[in-house]
């Protein structure tokens, strides 16, 4: 049980195939996959979507997760905010020598659980190992493909002045829950991530209304810097209100703590979409009604004035611009 | 001009946006990538090859090539062996702290120029940084799409018994160029990477001949795994002749002096084909007449005797079974 990996398990001979033959596909298998081709052929018709997301998350092991859900979380997530049907993943491991196989099944464990959530297949994949001190534990990648419904034109550039503006729920939870159990820090109520596949929110919120313009998942840099991104590309102006934000009060401590501006804390389970103002409170309701969705809020609306602007009324009645991360706060939060 | 890659490179915030639209950007710039949204949104329709690959090689710089290069033939040659049109790329890099921003440059200009000596394009990316010590300067993830033909059915498990197996060139080269430059090793004639993108032979061969029944690039476990791999998916017995291998003399006097197989050591641009016997000397020619094919050769033949065994006859006259690369003789080389 104590096994290791070894620079032979990537060698691409005898101890490659006896990794994934006796590790992966027992944990993975579909047909697709079981084809051992060097590439996977599927049928597809369509509007595609096609993306990619390397994982280097530390600890790989955190509250709420570990890198195998998240790797999943986030590609679906990316193939979601284009309105897309997450189909198929690939799947890639970049591994140190030495990292315990008990762990590595534990993760491809955990991908195949988070995948039949979202209803994905892992289709095609590789494994490589590095030497001890060449990579740290494991770095994971996924790309994606999704299938795009004909009438669906959702797009980073695509806010419209008028438009609520939708949070599906708390912000900063990842981050602070990665953080914490990296630092060793405890708080009287655990923070757990939110790391969660938000394909079948989005089908609910596509259903409830056409006219959403704009989604994006708040991750890296988090919901300031999503905001920011919008406003840029679509040329708008922004304006939130602080007080609407969700943001549990354990995190918002932890950040006062931390000196963290929870606007600039990743999320791996929320999404904030643009959505046309008469159709924004069908689309709330439709949101609240589902598990990833149950705390969301209308946090402030797109306006013509100072496009490419952000700004927040914050709780003590001033306001404030709201700006893009810089520096990095939080180094491989996902 | 010294200027090294930062943790806040990664961080998703100002700085990640700045490596995106300053550097990645005007490299690679085409209309699908500047969208910047999180999944890039692409028309298909037919029969789609899906591939993954992470490239870990070192040193990042090598003979014949680097890792863009490399990133780039590795995933374009996966989606041909299945006799696929390769069209779009996704990039994905894990930075090591401290990279120099130059060297960056010079891999991703690299990889703009392969992909479009294969006709390919990159449509979406990632960019991820780690602390120094946590990576090894630089790993690149490319994940490809390509449409397969209808009538095309090429895979590992369709080697027929009476196929003849051609070889597209001479084996090692790709192995031996990264090895000599990791270890300082210098040979009287320098040995140059193999490192090509194949789906322009691949084209030819196709067009040569319908009934090419398995397509394979033998890189990481060398011809030798390749073969084993066949035999096995196939349930077929496949037999060579040592003396009709193309090998370079200076690589066999590295093989000799290193004390590696040949056939075990790592190729980039170099494929090997099973085909229907009577078509044979058409593909063949076909391959001849193509810059990567000038030194094709039939090496053997598929056989129903034992199933799953590949076997050799030496430069002796006995015969030997060749089996697949047990341990990693060369660690990294891709």
């Given at each position: 049980?104590?096994?290791?990996?070894?620079?032979?398990?990537g060698?691409?001979?005898?101890?490659?195939?006896?990794?994934?033959?006796?590790?992966?596909?027992?944990?993975?298998?579909?047909?697709?996959?079981?084809?051992?081709?060097?590439?996977?052929?599927?049928?597809?018709?369509?509007?595609?979507?096609?993306?990619t997301?390397?994982?280097?998350?530390?600890?790989?092991?955190?509250?709420?997760?570990?890198?195998?859900?998240?790797?999943?979380?986030?590609?679906?997530?990316?193939?979601?905010?284009?309105?897309?049907?997450?189909?198929?993943?690939?799947?890639?491991?970049?591994?140190?020598?030495?990292?315990a196989?008990?762990?590595?099944?534990?993760?491809?464990?955990?991908?195949?659980?988070?995948?039949?959530?979202?209803?994905?297949?892992?289709?095609?994949?590789?494994?490589?190992?590095?030497?001890?001190?060449?990579?740290?534990l494991?770095?994971v990648?996924?790309?994606?493909?999704?299938?795009?419904?004909?009438?669906?034109?959702?797009?980073?550039s695509?806010?419209?002045?008028?438009?609520?503006?939708?949070?599906?729920?708390?912000?900063?939870?990842?981050?602070i829950?990665?953080?914490?159990?990296?630092?060793?820090?405890?708080?009287?109520?655990?923070?757990?991530?939110?790391?969660?596949?938000?394909?079948?929110?989005?089908?609910?919120?596509?259903?409830?209304?056409?006219?959403?313009?704009?989604?994006?998942?708040?991750?890296?840099?988090?919901?300031?810097?999503?905001?920011k991104?919008?406003?840029?590309?679509?040329?708008?102006?922004?304006?939130?209100?602080?007080?609407?934000?969700?943001?549990?009060?354990?995190?918002?401590?932890?950040?006062?703590?931390?000196?963290?501006?929870?606007?600039?804390?990743?999320?791996?389970g929320k999404?904030?979409?643009?959505?046309?103002?008469?159709?924004?409170?069908?689309?709330?309701k439709?949101?609240?009604?589902?598990?990833?969705?149950?705390n969301?809020?209308?946090?402030?609306?797109?306006?013509?004035?100072?496009?490419?602007?952000?700004?927040?009324?914050?709780?003590?009645?001033?306001?404030?611009?709201?700006?893009?991360?810089?520096?990095?706060?939080?180094?491989?939060?996902?």
């Amino acid at each position: 049980m104590n096994n290791k990996i070894l620079l032979s398990h990537g060698s691409g001979g005898r101890l490659s195939h006896e990794l994934v033959e006796n590790k992966f596909l027992p944990a993975l298998h579909n047909p697709l996959l079981e084809r051992l081709d060097d590439a996977t052929v599927l049928d597809f018709q369509g509007r595609l979507a096609f993306t990619t997301d390397s994982y280097v998350v530390t600890p790989i092991f955190f509250p709420g997760g570990d890198i195998g859900k998240l790797s999943v979380c986030g590609t679906v997530n990316d193939l979601a905010m284009t309105g897309a049907k997450p189909l198929y993943l690939s799947l890639s491991f970049i591994i140190e020598e030495g990292l315990a196989e008990e762990e590595l099944q534990r993760i491809v464990g955990s991908i195949r659980k988070t995948a039949d959530e979202a209803g994905v297949m892992i289709v095609t994949g590789d494994t490589k190992v590095v030497s001890h001190g060449s990579a740290d534990l494991l770095f994971v990648n996924t790309s994606g493909i999704g299938i795009v419904p004909e009438e669906t034109h959702i797009s980073g550039s695509n806010a419209q002045v008028g438009d609520k503006i939708i949070l599906s729920g708390t912000i900063g939870d990842h981050g602070i829950a990665v953080m914490s159990q990296r630092e060793g820090l405890r708080f009287s109520s655990p923070i757990k991530s939110d790391c969660a596949p938000l394909n079948g929110l989005v089908k609910k919120m596509l259903m409830a209304s056409p006219n959403i313009h704009c989604l994006r998942d708040p991750t890296r840099g988090g919901l300031a810097t999503t905001l920011k991104e919008i406003a840029i590309q679509s040329n708008v102006g922004l304006r939130i209100a602080e007080e609407t934000i969700p943001l549990l009060p354990e995190v918002q401590a932890a950040c006062d703590m931390l000196g963290l501006d929870p606007l600039h804390v990743a999320n791996e389970g929320k999404l904030v979409a643009m959505v046309a103002a008469e159709q924004a409170e069908r689309v709330l309701k439709a949101m609240r009604g589902h598990k990833y969705g149950k705390n969301a809020a209308i946090i402030g609306e797109v306006v013509a004035e100072r496009p490419g602007r952000v700004t927040m009324k914050t709780r003590f009645g001033s306001t404030r611009i709201v700006d893009m991360l810089v520096g990095d706060i939080l180094p491989r939060i996902c």
